[in-house]
């Protein structure tokens, strides 16, 4: 398995800001996305992190309110944008080292809350 | 896209009965689904997984079946214990293109001791 780590666990922020996610990984993996998990509700794919090229997004999801990074095979960053009241939610990093077999593991999550 | 459509969204069991909850998928092309569960405010944890070109596992008191001409799969737990309250989630992927998960709607499964 991969430990991912995730920070921050949680904030609370102002409607109109910025923050940025951070999502690390133990070891090199092959895959890596983003979720996010409205209270009560399933996974949600945001996007897939792509290393060194810009992320592939899902309907529904665009690369100005939710710009992600992956810089290298251990680290990716979602940026989640001149936020609202809807974007609260919880955002999910998960990475899998092995596109055969398609295991993935989940960071803790990161609880946003816009006021 | 890939849809998974999960089932019951809440099961309520007495300590030691068992627990079916059922998933469906509509991408042929799907090839591996593995079931996650999430205790309140954890991280989705991997607890069984089953690749298409086996039709059912087993692990203690977990097991899952897959039916890929019915497109559906099953995870059963027998003898349900108060530490097995959570929510669970299935998904499916497939190794063309993405290889995301696309998640069911979950069910929350409460063990009354």
């Known amino acids: 398995s991969a430990v991912i780590s995730q920070k921050p666990s949680r904030d609370i922020c102002q409607r109109g800001t910025s923050l940025t996610i951070q999502c690390q990984v133990d070891?090199?993996?092959?895959?890596m996305f983003w979720y996010r998990q409205q209270p009560g509700q399933s996974l949600t794919l945001i996007a897939t992190?792509?290393?060194?090229?810009?992320?592939?997004?899902e309907s529904g999801f665009v690369i100005d309110k939710f710009p992600i990074s992956r810089p290298n095979l251990t680290f990716s960053t979602l940026t989640v944008s001149n936020m609202s009241p809807e974007d609260s939610s919880i955002y999910l990093c998960?990475?899998?080292?092995?596109?055969?077999?398609?295991?993935?593991?989940f960071g803790e999550g990161s609880r946003l809350t816009v006021l | 896209g890939e849809n998974v459509e999960q089932h019951p969204s809440t099961l309520s069991v007495q300590e030691g009965d068992s627990a079916v909850i059922k998933c469906t998928y509509s991408?042929?092309?799907?090839?591996?689904f593995p079931w996650y569960k999430q205790e309140l405010g954890k991280r989705p944890q991997l607890i069984i997984d089953?690749?298409?070109?086996?039709g059912e596992k087993k692990d203690q008191r977990i097991a899952v079946t897959l039916n890929k001409t019915a497109k559906h799969f099953s995870l059963h737990i027998t003898e349900t214990q108060p530490e097995d309250s959570a929510v669970y989630f299935c998904?499916?992927?497939?190794?063309?293109?993405?290889?995301?998960?696309?998640f069911g709607s979950g069910t929350r499964l409460q063990v009354q001791p």
């Open positions: 998904a499916a992927s497939s190794n063309t293109g993405r290889r995301a998960l696309t």
């Open positions: 998960s990475g899998g080292r092995d596109r055969d077999t398609g295991e993935l593991f």
């Open positions: 992190a792509n290393q060194g090229s810009e992320a592939t997004y």
């Open positions: 089953i690749r298409s070109n086996v």
């Open positions: 991408d042929s092309a799907s090839n591996y």
């Open positions: 070891s090199q993996v092959t895959m």
